[in-house]
């Protein structure tokens, strides 16, 4: 069983920076990790997510070019690189686990998952 704990959330200004992570327990983090996040009364949306290796990524198109996801597997460590930042990217933000790349988008694919870190952006 893994256990997933994010961190790095908080309150930035518009055009600010945040660096989010994702510390995983429990097993050594051999998956293929997402970020999610969900802003209040919307659905979870997909954000990002990184192959085993670090060196397949794939991005939500609201964040290509903003967001950078990475890893550091002997920290077993995922992290979110968040850039000039939108009052619209305001949401909890959830890391997660699957072993599915085709799939890697569906929150249905993922087997377990952290339990959130907020985000706040103000305008």
């Known amino acids: 069983q893994v256990q997933l704990v994010e961190s790095g959330g908080g309150l930035v200004q518009a055009g600010g920076s945040l660096r989010l992570s994702c510390a995983a327990s429990?097993?050594?983090?051999?998956?293929?990790m997402g970020w999610f996040r969900q802003a209040p009364g919307k659905e979870r949306e997909f954000v990002a997510a990184i192959g085993w290796g670090g060196a397949t990524t794939s991005y939500a198109d609201s964040v290509k070019g903003r967001f950078t996801i990475s890893r550091d597997n002997a920290e077993n460590t995922v992290f979110l690189q968040m850039n000039t930042l939108k009052y619209e990217d305001t949401a909890i933000y959830y890391c997660?686990?699957?072993?599915?790349?085709?799939?890697?988008?569906?929150?249905?694919?993922?087997?377990?998952w952290g339990q959130g870190t907020q985000v706040t952006v103000s305008s």
């Open positions: 429990g097993r050594r983090l051999s998956y293929i």
């Open positions: 997660a686990g699957t072993q599915s790349w085709a799939e890697v988008a569906a929150i249905g694919s993922y087997d377990f």
